[in-house]
T-cell receptor, first 119, second 109 residues
Framework: AQTVTQSQPEMSVQEAETVTLSCTYD???????LFWYKQPPSRQMILVIR??????QNATENRFSVNFQKAAKSFSLKISDSQLGDAAMYFC????????????????FGKGTRLHILP | DGGITQSPKYLFRKEGQNVTLSCEQN?????MYWYRQDPGQGLRLIYY???????QKGDIAEGYSVSREKKESFPLTVTSAQKNPTAFYLC????????FGQGTRLTVV
């Protein structure tokens, strides 16, 4: 079974600085998707960034980028120029890709990292 | 606007009662999911459904039930057998990525 581990329950960063959130996962599959979701105080889950495992290039969305290390099964999120609005819970998630038995098509989440932005 | 609607936003239940949480989507997604969120636990999968009239238990299905009679709807019933139902519940639907509703906060009083 696949697992997702976020080892940092909480982190803090000074406004305008850069912070990296860690995520590791375990799988025997070769084809999958990885995601970072943000959950602000409103509790609405928002997709931040996604990475397809077959792509070697790291995904980037404005100030958000990932460091995807497939062999190490690592998927960290870097937030550059941190802003007060970035304060939230961040969840790393895994989903199988390709042809799968439909009943096994789950999205698995880590326990989250709460990010504080210091003014 | 396309999206996922959960209702109600807040729900109070007396001990021993069943309650049903609503989840409706107009994104034409086949797959729908229910997650429970507790502090420090992340999102834990309760039930999921890939097609109408079929669903599977997730990791914490005990004390919950679901139905999938229509593609758009995936209601979750929290039964009296659920020993600790107070939590935040999130519904999602998926094509290549998950889209979430705004959640329901259930409190047992």
């Amino acid at each position: 079974a696949q697992t997702v581990t976020q080892s940092q329950p909480e982190m803090s960063v000074q406004e305008a600085e850069t912070v990296t959130l860690s995520c590791t996962y375990d799988t025997s599959e070769s084809d999958y998707y990885l995601f970072w979701y943000k959950q602000p105080p409103s509790r609405q889950m928002i997709l931040v960034i996604r990475q397809e495992a077959y792509k070697q290039q790291n995904a980037t969305e404005n100030r958000f980028s990932v460091n995807f290390q497939k062999a190490a099964k690592s998927f960290s999120l870097k937030i550059s120029d941190s802003q007060l609005g970035d304060a939230a819970m961040y969840f790393c998630a895994y989903r199988s890709a390709g042809i799968v038995v439909y009943r096994d098509d789950k999205i698995i989440f880590g326990k989250g990292t709460r990010l504080h932005i210091l003014p | 606007d396309g999206g996922i609607t959960q209702s109600p936003k807040y729900l109070f239940r007396k001990e021993g009662q069943n309650v049903t949480l609503s989840c409706e989507q107009n994104l034409n997604h086949d797959a729908m999911y229910w997650y429970r969120q507790d502090p420090g636990q992340g999102l834990r999968l309760i039930y999921y459904s890939q097609i109408v009239n079929d669903f599977q238990k997730g990791d914490i299905a005990e004390g919950y039930s679901v139905s999938r009679e229509k593609k758009e709807s995936f209601p979750l019933t929290v039964t009296s057998a659920q020993k600790n139902p107070t939590a935040f519940y999130l519904c999602a639907s998926k094509d290549s990525e998950a889209f979430f509703g705004q959640g329901t906060r259930l409190t047992v009083v």
